[in-house]
C-alpha cells in the first residue's frame, strides 16, 4: 500500500491531501480488481513416453559365430 506523509501547512493543502487520498483509494481499488480472470485454466496434454522394442539379444551374437564358424572351416581346410 503506498504511504504518504501528511504536511500540515494551510487549507488548500488539506484539500490536496483529500484528493491524493481519494486517488490513492482509486488506485487501489482499481488493481485489486483486475488481478485475476475467470476464464478457464488451460491444461496440458501429459506427455507419454513410450520405449520403442528392443532388438533380440542375438542379434550381438550372429557376428561372432559367423567369424568363428569361417575359423573352423579354414582350420578344418588345412
Do not use: R
Request: glycine share 6%.
Amino acid at each position: 500500500m503506498l504511504g504518504v506523509l501528511i504536511l500540515h501547512v494551510g487549507p488548500k493543502s488539506e484539500e490536496k491531501m483529500k484528493k491524493l487520498a481519494l486517488a490513492t483509494a482509486l488506485v487501489a481499488a482499481a488493481t485489486t480488481a483486475s488481478a485475476g480472470n475467470l476464464s478457464e485454466p488451460v491444461m496440458e496434454a501429459p506427455v507419454i513416453v513410450e520405449e520403442t522394442a528392443a532388438s533380440s539379444s542375438a542379434a550381438g551374437v550372429w557376428i561372432p559365430l559367423l567369424l568363428l564358424a569361417v575359423v573352423a572351416a579354414v582350420v578344418a581346410a588345412d
